[in-house]
Every structure is written in structure tokens, then in C-alpha cells.
């Protein structure tokens, strides 16, 4: 069973309305993942096994993304998660990191913080960022992360 990304479960993923994936933004974009209200530095915690295949420091206003494929890619399981809107950033890109470790903290920006959680199918391949492709303006394997969010126990 994989985990929860922050170590005390919160919703505000489902009880923010503008935390909720498919929440709009600015008129054409949609939010492509479900924020997780947590303080300035909480740890977050990679939610399974996996491998990083992403790790930016140009996330918004300057804070950082990682991501991580977790399973392996002829699992039903598979999918990548990206983790945003973090910083001190604690994995290197090509690393294997075992579910539960902290790979970043949530980042400072203007307003709320959040853990931005986005999920991938991984049925496509290329850049997760994909501006002319509204509403996520995101590659089109976007899932929804609130069912699997809602099933996954916090870090023991
Ligand atoms: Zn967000």
C-alpha cells in the first residue's frame, strides 16, 4: 500500500474547492493536481518505491517540483507523481528512493502553502508541462489523485 505524501493526513483536496483538481484557474486552465495544506517546511514523503525522473527548481513562484515513477511500468500500479511547490529538495534526479523517505519540504510562495500533487498514467511519454494542451495545460495521461489520496494511510 503506498502512502499519504505528508506525515497528518488533511482534505483540503476535497473540502478547498479551489485545492481540487479541476478546479479553474485562469479562464481556459484548469488545476492539473490537489494541494495539500501544510506549513512552510513540513517534510514530504516519496509514496512508494520509485525511481526520480524529474527534479526542477522553476516550479511557481520560485519553488521546486520532483517527480517520481513509482512501480514498475508493466505494473497496474505504475504512475509517476510530481510533487511541486517544495524546496530543499533532498534527491537527485536518477535516484531510487524507498517509500516513506522525505525527498523535499513544502516551499514558501505568497499566500497558503500546499504540497501541489499531480498523477500520471504514464500511457503517454514527453514533458509533463504542455502549455497549448488546455485545461491542465499538462500531458494527457493527467489522472485525478483524490481517489487514490483518499485511500492512502499516513506514514507510520
Ligand atoms: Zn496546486
Keep these: 500500500m503506498r502512502i ?4 497528518i493526513k488533511v482534505d483540503s483536496y476535497k473540502t478547498n474547492w479551489s ?21 512552510v517546511g513540513t517534510p514530504v514523503y516519496a509514496v512508494d518505491d520509485g525511481e526520480v525522473v524529474e527534479v526542477s527548481s522553476k ?3 520560485d519553488t521546486s517540483v520532483v ?11 505504475y504512475c509517476i507523481v510530481r510533487y511541486g511547490e517544495v524546496d530543499t ?14 525527498i523535499a519540504k513544502v516551499g514558501k ?8 500533487l499531480e498523477m500520471y498514467s504514464g500511457a ?9 494542451n488546455a485545461p491542465y ?13 483518499d485511500a492512502w494511510p499516513p506514514k507510520t
Excluded at 109 to 116: R, S, V
Excluded at 124 to 132: A, K, S, T, V, W
Design 137 to 149: 495545460k499538462r500531458r494527457n495521461d493527467i489522472m485525478d489523485p483524490t481517489p487514490f489520496l
Design 124 to 132: 503517454e511519454i514527453g514533458p509533463f508541462l504542455q502549455e497549448n
Design 109 to 116: 510562495q505568497p499566500g497558503g502553502t500546499q504540497l501541489h
Design 89 to 102: 529538495v533532498m534527491v537527485s534526479l536518477g535516484a531510487k528512493v524507498k517509500k516513506g523517505d522525505m
Design 59 to 61: 516550479f511557481k513562484y
Design 67 to 77: 517527480s517520481i515513477e513509482h512501480g514498475d511500468i508493466y505494473d497496474d500500479d
Design 4 to 7: 499519504f505524501p505528508l506525515k
Design 19 to 39: 485545492c481540487r483538481f479541476g478546479a479553474p484557474r485562469a479562464p481556459g486552465r484548469k488545476h492539473g493536481g490537489c494541494d495539500l495544506a501544510a506549513a
